[in-house]
């Protein structure tokens, strides 16, 4: 009976539909659902509810309903047409495009399904479009960031994604031209740290590469504003400022090497009145109270960078010349800060090394003797007017500047020792009773005391007032520094006492076995005293340190080679080495003219001495930056010590940390992987990416991620009959993730060189799809992005090649990877997987659908 009268309301329901009375309509299906158990009729009363559902526009009821029957019957194609359209007016057209997708296919010929495709598609392309343009992410991310109320987590992701955003061409034009500048800098205008960084990182991006935008961003900003910005306090905004700084820089003077297109190319701006007026603020910073000291070493830094040329082949050094006119005596202001005194501008442990080096860097860039006069003539000028007999503070300040030049040009300091009342004025400081006269005053001494001569007169006339001062002074930066420069002939005994101070010599490696049998003999046994371990001998290099050691050492090793004897060399590089063993402590150590003094040890002396000073070298050059640790040409004399450190008859820890060492210099420029090449370091760099050490291996490996830039090297890889290639694939497959980067790293650079490379790639192992495929898919974000850059290498090298790659499993890892959302991590790995799909669809391999 309720099955007859669950049909019965099904046809009552029918007649009200035709009447178009659709809520009697679903009264009577709804009755007769409660009736019936009958799977089909169940089916064909959801499907009518569905219909009902459409004409009254309860769309969520109508989907549900369409939902119902599918479950029933997957191939109720009315069910299915309905749920359609139901989801197509809830905005769900990703979801109704499937159901009218699969309709086609029950049913290719019914022209209304193909109607409803295409207009699907069409609508979907639209919402993606408008979804995910940049002109409406661009205007939702301001929106958050300019609204107080918004959350913490919500603004630090619009604000990651907005510099993601100025990072690429589309997203930088696309803010450029929404009014992004104006907004750009309401975020600056609001000072809350975490929005004026992400304010100078997206302008960083939007400047780089691009003259014009650079142009005006640099105009709306003002030159002026940029400075005080960098002139804060926080190290992360005033690096983040000066390099949104380097990137104008680079844009302007056509130092940024992208290539423009369109609108770009046919604009002719003068940037020269630009570039003038950023070098002069920078000079302005230099010696203005309200800059703090990591401002001070940002604005050295842009100087050093950009000022001098990179390669004395250009006959151009008008930029140099001019900051010679208008700013050398703001740099020496700078090299003559004492940081004791009341008017010492905010300084770091750098600043004055940065000063000496900028000095250099700008003396090294004159072309003629006339111009190096020129440049003297102002030193002149600028000491002797210090000189005052009324005030001991200027006084200090002129021989501070001396000091700080004989760190710079040491032939410009040489000649300036000669100055009438300079060496005078140095001895008479040391019969000073405050402490800062003192300090200063030895600290000169050493540095002028590097000639006979100089030497010979403070002999003479300042012995007596520095043996006062080693007797009464209780500071040890001053009596450290006395000793060394009271007497010469007493270095190699002040060596030998260092030495021992910092257990710097050959310890014998005791074997248990002998003690006992010597014990047993009734022989003696040296046992080792308590305060030569390790946490003593650290203690003491702590405070030999603290106490100016390295300038002393760096005096020592500039001593008439009369007098420093091979032996003391090789003494004087045990304590270097000793001082070196904290990383902490190295940028001490360079600060204070270590790096400098350690070349002539690791080129000259005894062997053994010669390889203690090469190895202090490599542990500075692993972890500090060459450009200052080895300023101007005297970096390339360091390849040398490292490369000898490969040799297997060293021990692994050299082995190793020369090849950080050459990493780090192999990573700054071209013409360094050059010499490291003609070095004949290849062969060994190769040797040590086979060894069974994992750190050796990373090591070696990193090195050759750096050096595979060089045409030289790329070479060797091209050649026919070796297994180069091979080795670098068979890495990426690694289980050591540093291992795996570096090598993934040094397969993108290459496949990226030579198609060539690209094609022999996947003939040197049978394994090489899987290790792609490995990479593409990897956790840490750095090595998969260099996997998908190895894709799109291979991709763009060969169509045959870029088909195979289509037909595997790589395209569902492309496609996955393609369609995350990118946030400012993972930006970079979904662009390039992005570019992969792109390079896919050019060749016709896959169309682009929803």
């Not at 910073?285 to 004395?312: E, I, Y």
Request: aromatic share 4%; charged share 25%.
């Amino acid at each position: 009976m309720a099955e007859a009268e669950a049909a019965q309301l099904k046809e009552e329901g029918n007649r009200h539909f035709q009447l178009q009375d659709y809520k009697a309509a679903t009264k009577s299906y709804s009755q007769a659902l409660k009736l019936t158990k009958d799977k089909a009729l169940l089916a064909t009363l959801y499907r009518n509810r569905a219909a009902c559902g459409l004409k009254t526009e309860s769309y969520v009821q109508a989907a549900s309903d369409a939902s119902r029957a599918i479950d029933i019957n997957s191939s109720d194609i009315k069910a299915l047409y309905r749920r359609c359209q139901a989801l197509e007016h809830l905005g769900k057209l990703d979801q109704a495009f499937k159901d009218v997708q699969r309709c086609a296919t029950l049913e290719p010929r019914n022209q209304n399904f193909q109607e409803t495709l295409r207009r699907l598609n069409t609508s979907i392309q639209e919402k993606l479009r408008v979804q995910f343009s940049t002109d409406s992410r661009v205007q939702k991310m301001f929106e958050i960031l300019l609204d107080e109320n918004s959350e913490a987590d919500k603004l630090e992701k619009a604000a990651n994604n907005l510099i993601v955003l100025g990072r690429e061409e589309a997203g930088a034009e696309r803010i450029f031209q929404n009014n992004g500048v104006a907004l750009l800098l309401q975020l600056v205008d609001t000072k809350r740290p975490e929005l004026v960084l992400a304010a100078v990182r997206t302008l960083s991006g939007m400047c780089s590469g691009h003259r014009a935008r650079a142009t005006v961003i640099l105009h709306a900003i003002r030159i002026d504003r940029i400075c005080s910005l960098m002139a804060v306090e926080n190290e992360e905004m005033s690096l983040a400022v000066c390099n949104l700084l380097q990137a104008v820089i680079d844009s302007l003077s056509g130092e940024d090497k992208r290539e423009h297109q369109g609108k770009e190319e046919a604009l002719v701006l003068d940037t020269k009145k630009d570039l003038k007026q950023i070098t002069n603020h920078l000079l302005d910073m230099l010696v203005s109270k309200k800059v703090s000291g990591q401002g001070r070493d940002q604005a050295m830094n842009l100087l050093n960078k950009n000022v001098p040329r990179k390669d004395l082949a250009i006959h151009d050094n008008s930029r140099t010349i001019y900051v010679v006119d208008n700013g050398l005596r703001k740099i020496l202001k700078v090299v003559g800060q004492v940081p004791d005194l009341p008017s010492c501008l905010p300084l770091t442990d750098n600043t004055r090394m940065l000063a000496s080096i900028l000095i250099n860097k700008l003396y090294d860039d004159l072309r003629c003797d006339p111009e190096r006069d020129h440049f003297r003539k102002i030193c002149e000028e600028y000491i002797t007017s210090k000189f005052d007999p009324q005030d001991m503070d200027k006084n200090v300040i002129a021989i501070q500047t001396v000091s700080g030049i004989l760190q710079g040009p040491f032939d410009l300091g040489n000649q300036l020792l000669g100055l009438k009342g300079v060496m005078e004025m140095m001895v008479a400081l040391c019969g000073s009773e405050r402490e800062v006269d003192q300090l200063v005053a030895v600290e000169a001494l050493i540095h002028a005391s590097t000639k006979l001569s100089r030497a010979t007169f403070i002999i003479t006339n300042g012995v007596s007032l520095l043996k006062e001062i080693y007797k009464t002074t209780k500071n040890e930066k001053i009596k450290i520094r006395t000793l060394v420069t009271t007497d010469k002939t007493i270095l190699y005994s002040v060596a030998t006492t260092l030495v021992n101070c910092t257990n710097s010599y050959d310890v014998k490696e005791v074997i248990p076995e002998l003690v006992q049998l010597a014990k047993f003999s009734k022989q003696h046994v040296p046992e080792e005293h308590p305060k030569d371990k390790k946490d003593f001998i650290d203690m003491r290099v702590k405070r030999l340190l603290k106490a100016g050691v390295t300038s002393a050492l760096a005096c020592m090793v500039k001593a008439d080679s009369a007098i420093l004897t091979d032996q003391t060399k090789e003494l004087l590089a045990r304590v270097f080495l000793a001082l070196c063993d904290n990383p902490k402590d190295r940028g001490t150590i360079v600060a204070q003219g270590g790096g400098k003094a350690l070349l002539p040890l690791a080129l000259e002396g005894t062997d053994v001495g010669k390889v203690k000073a090469a190895h202090a070298l490599a542990k500075i050059a692993a972890v500090s930056n060459p450009d200052i640790a080895f300023p101007g040409e005297r970096v390339y004399e360091v390849v040398r010590p490292l490369v000898s450190l490969l040799d297997t008859q060293r021990d692994g820890l050299q082995n190793y940390e020369a090849l950080l060492g050459l990493t780090n210099l192999s990573g700054r420029s071209d013409r360094l992987r050059q010499k490291i090449f003609k070095e004949k370091a290849l062969p060994d760099i190769e040797n040590y990416m086979f060894e069974n050490h994992d750190q050796l291996r990373q090591a070696a490996t990193e090195c050759m991620c750096n050096m595979v830039l060089n045409k030289e090297v790329q070479e060797r890889f091209l050649a026919d009959g070796n297994d180069r290639l091979k080795l670098v694939v068979l890495l990426c497959g690694e289980d050591d993730e540093k291992v795996q980067n570096a090598a993934a790293g040094a397969l993108a650079m290459l496949t990226a060189a030579h198609k060539k490379l690209c094609l022999k790639m996947t003939q040197v192992t049978t394994q090489w799809l899987e290790i792609l495929q490995r990479l593409c898919l990897h956790d840490r974000l750095s090595v998969q992005h260099r996997g998908l850059v190895i894709a799109y290498n291979l991709l763009a090298a060969d169509a045959e090649l870029a088909k195979k790659l289509v037909e595997s499993e790589l395209l569902e890892i492309l496609t996955v990877v393609g369609k995350q959302e990118p946030d400012e991590k993972r930006a970079e790995v979904v662009q390039t997987a992005r570019e992969c799909l792109i390079k896919c669809m050019d060749y016709g391999f896959i169309k682009p659908v929803s």
